[in-house]
């Protein structure tokens, strides 16, 4: 079975240039997670969605962060323009949601972001 | 808020040694514990989890019990190998709700021969 697969797995760009991260969750997973990793630190949640439907997006910085799940499957997260706080690891990750149940979540290899 | 703490990293073994990485959380309510690992070069894997109280994961040699009365879930391995040399990220969520994953910080391991 496959993975979560993202891409690219490097992006460098210059500030104020746009960026976009895709992402494709494991089949049937209804559930997607865009996670932010910072160096030294634990990943931190983005945005959450329940198949189309951002369900949590309390943490993402809505002036310059966007995202979108078309058709429930996979997800593009977009970041414009780029500051240079926003280096990072990007990480996607994909449960199937199940009631009452813990709902495991698998992740992605990251994309890692370096704005000059 | 909900919260967890890891011990500081990183940390250095000798192959065989004897392994242990503090977990501290605060949470409202009974969060599920986690342990993730998280290999040179790849994404983060799930090692293993508790849902309640003095529950007991386990995965790959790899022990750590939950501890409600410590608000503890401290990662334990008897035998540690070069191979486990990665970065270790505890973490909680709830069943219900956000169901997010919280992450402490994280503690690089490195196991010498």
């Known amino acids: 079975e496959a993975g979560v697969v993202q891409s690219p797995r490097y992006k460098i760009i210059e500030k104020k240039q746009p960026v976009a991260f895709w992402c494709n969750p494991i089949?049937?997973?209804?559930?997607l997670y865009w996670y932010l990793q910072n160096l030294g630190q634990g990943p931190e949640l983005l945005i959450r969605y329940e198949n189309e439907e951002a369900v949590d997006d309390s943490q993402l910085p809505k002036d310059r962060f966007s995202a979108e799940r078309l058709k429930g499957v996979d997800s593009t997260l977009k970041i414009q323009p780029a500051e240079l706080g926003d280096s990072a690891v990007y990480l996607c990750?994909?449960?199937?949601?199940?009631?009452?149940?813990?709902?495991?979540?698998?992740f992605g290899p990251g994309t890692r972001l370096t704005v000059l | 808020g909900n919260s967890v703490t890891q011990m500081e990293g990183p940390v250095t073994l000798s192959e065989e040694a004897f392994l242990t990485i503090n977990c501290t959380y605060t949470?409202?309510?009974?969060?599920?514990l986690f342990w993730y690992v998280q290999y040179p070069g790849e994404g983060l894997q799930l090692l293993l989890k508790a849902t309640k109280a003095d529950d007991k994961g386990s995965n790959k040699g790899f022990e750590a019990t939950y501890r409600k009365e410590t608000t503890s879930f401290h990662l334990e391995k008897g035998s540690v190998q070069v191979s486990d040399s990665a970065v270790y990220f505890c973490?909680?969520?709830?069943?219900?709700?956000?169901?997010?994953?919280?992450f402490g910080q994280g503690t690089r391991l490195t196991i010498n021969p």
């Open positions: 089949s049937g997973h209804n559930t």
């Open positions: 973490a909680l969520s709830f069943r219900q709700g956000a169901q997010k994953l919280v």
């Open positions: 990750a994909s449960s199937l949601r199940q009631h009452q149940k813990d709902n495991e979540q698998f």
């Open positions: 949470a409202t309510g009974y969060p599920s």
